[in-house]
């Protein structure tokens, strides 16, 4: 019998696609999604949706004219796809939460069984309280040399040499005041748009709230119930903490590398219907952990699913975001998604506007203290300023869920951090200018919009700090 050389074995290469089923049950339930959103949480036309929000994926279902998709108006509801070997995907809006995806075995008479979360809106009307808390804006006095060149910066964020970068909103806040806001037509202060994984700095400011409350700890072990049980009792995954996962140094298997994002992992619990936190559960602990970086959307959903066993009951849960974080500081345009069975997927699925972000923002800019009260701890945003250990021989650019100033750069100051989304979403908080940058985008293909280069542009626009 002939033996297969042993260099052979190693270099074996798998050429079918062996998720191929998953990609196109995923490619339908993005659009789905993305449709549903487009039409009725951002209130978009569906010309619109089809050429800026689906310019992402690589080949949309049908045209604005019509094809294997369908809009149910009166059931705020999208379908996508013809029955075949892979299901057509649904998703649907429900109040407070945007638009939530379906399984593939649901149809829109499940609708009314899926999530929603029906809190009464904060007090005051926006139309008639000041900024920030409010909209009305006074316009800033700034000197005619500032306001031309912030101009000039707005033209460079907007009018990019990329036809793949598209930036939707610009809004600069110093001194706590709106010195520049922009939008590209089609897009106004009230449109609300996907955050992508900016969601996760929001994510870490709620958790961020339950730690300084003394009811989650950064350094405890995750009381979470872990899938499957084991059946010895020793748990090996009892050493992983929440700053291991704000970290993304949680040593948990990563299901999202290798091209298996959109086949596998998260890709099935956004955009296919499965459940966000079993999955975050079920993963092999692979490595020691905070030893190892690796970006990872259930690190931050384990972190989430924490969080709603320390809260204890659902209707304490999907009320905590609001009541804690967004109606305290005005936060009034901003939808929390969940996946169908009620947990946040507060990794990536949050809508909101850049004045909600700019409000964001402002809120670490002034070290946790919104109208006096403090809401969250210095000591909490130290944190997540602080350069996770796992990262010291990769820049040290990231933080407990917020980006940091890469070692290498030397053009912007270093006290300065960001959130950071796909498609060039971006929140930059600069405490030695008291400043806040907020830009929105529709990004695609290759994308690489730079919050850092924007960032310097800014600061060389409205000059030295005070």
């Known amino acids: 019998m002939a033996l297969i050389p042993l260099g052979a074995l ?6 079918y696609d062996y998720w191929r089923f998953d990609r196109e049950l995923v490619r339908r339930g993005q659009q789905a999604l993305f449709m549903c959103d487009g039409l009725f949480t951002s209130n978009r036309s569906l010309q619109q949706v089809f050429a800026q929000e689906l310019a992402y994926l690589p080949a949309p279902i049908g045209t604005p004219n019509g094809g294997d998709y369908a ?5 705020r509801a999208v379908t996508v796809g013809a029955d075949g070997y892979v299901p057509p995907m649904r ?9 939530v995806v379906l399984a593939p075995d649901q149809d829109l008479d499940d609708i009314p069984g899926l999530p929603q979360i029906t809190l009464p809106p904060p007090a005051g009307d926006a139309s008639e309280l000041q900024w920030p808390d409010g909209d009305v804006v006074q316009e800033s006095a700034l000197e005619p040399g500032t306001r ?4 000039a910066v707005s033209d460079w964020a907007f009018n990019r040499e990329s036809a793949e970068q598209i930036t939707t909103a610009l809004l600069v806040v110093q001194h706590g005041r709106i010195v520049h806001e922009r939008y590209a037509p089609g897009f106004d202060v009230t449109t609300r748009t996907r955050t992508w994984s900016t969601a996760k700095s929001i994510a870490a400011t709620l958790i961020g709230m339950l730690v300084d409350d003394g009811r989650l700890g950064l350094d405890a072990p995750l009381a979470v119930d872990w899938l ?16 291991h996962l704000l970290h993304m140094s949680s040593g948990l298997e990563p299901v999202d590398n290798d091209e298996l994002e959109y086949a596998t992992g ?12 079993r999955a975050a559960r079920s993963r092999a602990l692979i490595r020691e952990p905070g030893t190892s970086w690796d970006y990872e959307n259930y690190d931050t959903l384990l972190a989430v699913y924490a969080v709603r066993r320390a809260l204890g009951d659902a209707e304490t849960y999907h009320a905590f975001p609001r009541r804690a974080l967004l109606d305290r500081i005005g936060m009034r345009n901003t939808l929390i998604g969940v996946d169908r069975f009620g947990d946040f997927i507060l990794s990536s699925q949050i809508h909101t506007n850049a004045r909600d972000l700019a409000r964001f923002g402002l809120l670490y800019l002034n070290g946790g203290v919104w109208n006096g009260k403090r809401l969250l701890s210095a000591k909490w945003i130290d944190f997540v300023r602080r ?4 990262t010291e021989t990769l820049g040290r650019e990231y933080g407990g869920h917020w980006w940091l100033v890469p070692d290498d750069r030397r053009d912007v100051p270093g006290d300065a951090y960001a959130t950071a989304g796909n498609r060039g979403q971006y929140v930059v908080v600069v405490p030695s200018h008291e400043l806040v940058i907020v830009r929105r985008g529709l990004d695609w293909g290759r994308q690489g919009f730079d919050c850092w280069d924007l960032t310097r542009e800014v600061l060389k626009a409205i000059g030295p700090a005070r």
């Open 10 to 15: 190693a270099e074996q290469r798998e050429t």
């Open 71 to 75: 809009v149910d108006r009166a059931r």
């Open 91 to 99: 998703a649907a809006f429900r109040e407070g939460v945007g638009c």
């Open 148 to 151: 031309k060149a912030l101009q």
């Open 228 to 243: 499957p049980a084991t059946r010895t009792g020793a748990e090996p995954r009892a050493t992983v903490t929440l700053r």
């Open 266 to 277: 998260s890709g099935l619990a956004y955009w296919a219907g499965a459940s966000s936190s």
């Open 387 to 390: 350069p996770a250990p796992a």
